[in-house]
């Protein structure tokens, strides 16, 4: 069974860091691109980053570009995203998702990240 | 880019169908047939319902249906249970190597 857990989120300070974790079981996880999506309260969903299987090839979303960064360690089955400068609007559950940005079949539960003072 | 234009609301009684349009512009739905439809219950993480315009994952009931007609993809689901009150977010390849996601819809069953 594909499982995908995130961990990771908290409360942080406007221009603080956070690193989100993601593990992931039951695939193979090298041969699968992974994304980060994420959700405002209230709000729709937004696609943050994705990484190819090998974490060759990256892209982000224009509004994180910059200040976040994914990668992601095979050999620990674990994605991350290292969210840097982090703002108010940034404030969102962030899912960690597999298969390619525009057709995401596998979703984690999520974590909540809060960027206040 | 601008998100995907969707209806916030539809609505529908218990067998009928409903259609929930979502419209973008040429480069992005009307320029790639990479539109999924993702199923959202409250408090949980979103489903995949329908990928590529038209394809269903396995497991999802064929009561879905994607389509697509120039810059506006459609999601219509017959035969309205109370289990697909939810709301429904549309996707699509935006060219440039991003991904765009509607404001979705909440679909109620009356």
């Known amino acids: 069974e594909v499982q995908l857990v995130e961990s990771g989120g908290g409360l942080v300070q406007p221009g603080g860091s956070l690193r989100l974790s993601c593990a992931a079981s039951g695939f193979t996880f090298s041969s699968y691109e992974m994304n980060w999506v994420r959700q405002a309260p209230g709000k729709g969903l937004e696609w943050v980053s994705y990484i190819t299987g090998s974490g060759s090839i990256i892209y982000y979303a224009d509004s994180v570009k910059g200040r976040f960064t994914i990668s992601r360690d095979n050999a620990k089955n674990s994605l991350y995203l290292q969210m840097n400068s982090l703002r108010a609007e940034d404030t969102a559950v962030y899912y960690c998702?597999?298969?390619?940005?525009?057709?995401?079949?596998?979703w984690g539960q999520g974590t909540l990240v809060t960027v206040s003072s | 880019q601008s998100a995907l234009t969707q209806p916030p609301s539809a609505s529908g009684s218990p067998g009928q169908s409903v259609t929930i349009s979502c419209t973008g512009t040429s480069s992005d739905v009307g320029g790639y047939n990479y539109v999924s439809w993702y199923q959202q219950h409250p408090g949980k993480a979103p489903k995949l319902m329908i990928y590529?315009?038209?394809k269903r994952p396995s497991g999802v009931p064929d009561r879905f249906s994607g389509s697509k007609s120039g810059n506006t993809a459609s999601l219509t689901v017959s035969g309205l249970q109370a289990e697909d009150e939810a709301d429904y977010y549309c996707?699509?390849?935006?060219?440039?190597?991003?991904?765009?996601f509607g404001g979705g819809t909440k679909l109620t069953v009356l």
């Open positions: 998702a597999r298969g390619p940005g525009s057709a995401v079949g596998y």
């Open positions: 590529e315009v038209t």
């Open positions: 996707s699509s390849y935006g060219g440039s190597n991003n991904v765009i």
